[in-house]
């Protein structure tokens, strides 16, 4: 179907952001001061309120309460991966918002759900691709917003359309939600099996990772040059989650035949632990996993028998763990581990058998894991791809 094109201008409202002064702000709620939405409670899947600023009523025009319909955009972030993040705000709140983000407010010509779905596709995230940088910071300019062109069949057709986007995205969220309980799952097992091992109500013999460790290396620098389309995976920082491992960024290697490539090679039911950056960050090599090698911001722990690498895992992505990993960061000047760092990282040990049984239940949970997290891949594309449809007028006719 061939859909006439609008300016956003042309159907929409834009809307600054608040402007505020220091003394204007609390954190706290009070009679005289209403929730601020800044660029980071803007996420993909909504508002994440855990992070939320309070400013003063007398900042606030009327204009600037945010209500339902509105779409809210990040416009001004460090990041280029976040600017230009939009969510619909889908009830009315009682809440403003900061002067990083910018409001469109739909007129009856569109529906809103329709014209929030344009601001969640891959054709508007290209066409702001040229975002003009400053030094520290990108920014989404008015003209940005007001000159996109949008497809716009008549509103009997725009609501059909969201009506269909709205159930591909719940059958996204439903699998996205499945996978949070799963998680849940794995830590309320923890729990149940070794209580909370910073308190250690259950007095298990605490050990250091020196003691417990076989073998103990970090990735190279210098493996740019051996990148390549296929071959050998190469595992990064961002592979490595808190306890879990992350694929879905993979650089592949040919990796040479010497004694580097060897001794950053990994095997099955290694650990991988972050050493800079986004310091303790763990995961486990698991069965039957390709040849891969560690880049330089990456530890390798094997440990020796009587000792489950899972458990060792799952214990130092607790509290336990990360309260060590944070007094180990230098004094947040530049987040670094050594060896001798990693080995005195201290674990509660319990006899190994209960630390096998964990293990046993770790890897069903992570069997379910997957299979769910490929049914989510499923989903995502499906959704993704009716949204391009969408706005390519081939959805519904």
Not at 83 to 93: F, P, S, T
Not at 122 to 146: E, V, W
Not at 256 to 275: G, H, M, Q
């Amino acid at each position: 179907m061939s859909l006439d094109l609008v300016s956003i201008k042309s159907i929409s409202k834009q809307i600054r952001g608040v402007s505020y002064s220091p003394n204007d702000v609390n954190s706290e709620a009070s009679d005289t001061h209403v929730k601020l939405l800044r660029a980071n409670n803007v996420t993909e899947n909504g508002i994440n309120l855990s992070d939320v600023l309070f400013v003063n009523r007398k900042c606030v025009s009327e204009q600037q309460v945010l209500r339902k319909g509105d779409i809210l955009i990040v416009a001004s972030s460090g990041s280029k991966k976040i600017v230009g993040r939009a969510i619909l705000i889908e009830d009315d709140i009682n809440c403003t918002f900061g002067a990083f983000c910018k409001v469109i407010r739909p007129t009856s010509k569109v529906n809103y759900s329709y014209l929030s779905y344009f601001f969640r596709s891959s054709d508007y995230r290209q066409r702001i691709s040229h975002l003009s940088a400053g030094a520290n910071i990108n920014n989404l300019k008015n003209d940005d917003l007001d000159d996109l062109q949008i497809p716009l069949p008549p509103l009997p057709i725009q609501k059909r359309i969201a009506e269909i986007l709205d159930a591909a995205d719940a059958l996204r969220r439903k699998d996205q939600e499945l996978l949070k309980k799963y998680d849940e799952l794995a830590q309320a097992i923890f729990l149940d099996i070794f209580g909370d091992p910073v308190k250690n109500e259950r007095g298990w013999e605490l050990k250091k990772i020196g003691d417990s460790i076989d073998f103990l290396t970090s990735g190279s620098r210098g493996w740019a040059k051996y990148y390549s389309k296929d071959g050998d995976l190469f595992l990064r920082i961002n592979n490595v989650g808190y306890n879990s491992m992350r694929l879905e960024d993979k650089i592949f290697v040919k990796a040479p035949e010497n004694a580097e490539s060897k001794r950053t090679c990994v095997r099955e039911r290694d650990i991988l632990l972050s050493i800079t950056a986004d310091l303790g960050r763990t995961c486990v090599i698991p069965e039957n996993f390709p040849r891969a090698y560690i880049n330089q911001h990456l530890a390798l722990i094997r440990l020796k028998s009587g000792f489950n690498s899972d458990f060792v895992s799952s214990v130092l992505a607790t509290d336990l763990g990360r309260n060590q990993f944070n007094k180990l960061n230098k004094g947040g000047v530049k987040a670094g581990l050594n060896f001798e760092d990693i080995k005195s990282i201290e674990f509660i040990n319990p006899p190994v058998d209960l630390q096998n049984r964990y293990s046993n239940l770790i890897r069903d949970i992570r069997a379910l894991y997957d299979f769910s997290k490929n049914t989510l891949d499923i989903s995502e594309n499906l959704f993704n791809s009716l949204i391009q449809k969408a706005f390519k007028g081939d959805l519904v006719s």
